[in-house]
Structure formats: C-alpha cells, structure tokens
C-alpha cells in the first residue's frame, strides 16, 4: 500500500522575495520622507534660536536702556550676540547655516526704544544638506522679527 501524502502550507521562494522587495520599496520611500522631515525640523529649530535672540535683544535694549545686537557671520553656523557690551558667540543647532544676508551682516537694537534705524534685514538658514531653508526677517525701523517659509 502507498502512503498517502499530505501536503504542507508555506511560502515558496518567490513569494518571500516578492514581500521583501515590497518592503523594501516601503522603507525605502519612509526613509526619504523621514530625512526631510528632519532636515526641514532642523532648520526650524535654528530659526527659532536666532529670532529668539532677536527678540531678546530687542528686549534687552527696552529693559535696560543699553544697546544690543546679533551680528551674522555670513556663510557659517555662527553669530554673535551682544548685550550689555558683552558679546556671546552662539552656534546654530545640527550643522544649520546662515546664507544671503540681505541688508548686512548685523542688527542694533538702539535703546531706549528697541528700534533699529535700518531698513531690514533678511538671513537665510540652510539645513547641512542644502533641501531645506527658512528666511528670517527684521522689520526696517521696528525691529519686529518674523520667519518666512517661503523661498
């Protein structure tokens, strides 16, 4: 007599590699969305840092009657702040530059009323890989900083 055989369930070959290659295109998509995500997060935390600067020098400059500025070093992830005659060099976070400095390379807050006598400033913030980038602006004689997604 023959023994009957019974078949088992499984996957062939072919059908494993076909559910890899699929995921692998689905990671592979997840991983570009997710370097932008990060790049674009990147340059919004620089931004913040640098009109969170502006900012206080503004204030600075309306609180204690002494003048205060951010001087930009074009084309580098540094800039200087000064208060009180006291510089302080801050750095951008994860390697973010400042690039297209239009209307100079630096911000007076003149006190007592916290106006900077100019015409504005706009700055370029670049994320490292050059994909993602935010404008920050200073507001001619007011001194009002504003950041503008659009390029």
Request: charged share 15%; glycine share 12%; aromatic share 6%.
């Amino acid at each position: 007599m023959k023994a009957a055989r019974t078949r088992q369930a499984a996957f062939t070959l072919l059908e494993l590699l076909i559910a890899m290659a699929i995921l692998a295109v689905v990671a592979g998509i997840f991983s570009f969305s997710l370097i932008g995500t990060y790049r674009a997060n990147q340059v919004r935390e620089a931004a913040s840092q640098l009109t969170g600067d502006l900012r206080q020098a503004r204030s600075e400059a309306l609180k204690t009657g002494q003048s205060a500025s951010v001087t930009v070093a074009a084309n580098s992830s540094t800039y200087t702040f000064t208060r009180a005659g006291t510089p302080q060099t801050r750095t951008l976070p994860a390697g973010v530059t400042l690039t297209g400095a239009s209307g100079g390379p630096s911000v007076v807050y003149v006190a007592p009323t916290g106006t900077t006598g100019g015409n504005g400033v706009t700055w370029t913030l670049t994320s490292p890989g050059g994909t993602r980038s935010l404008k920050v602006k200073v507001v001619g004689i007011t001194g009002k900083v504003m950041i503008d997604a659009t390029n």
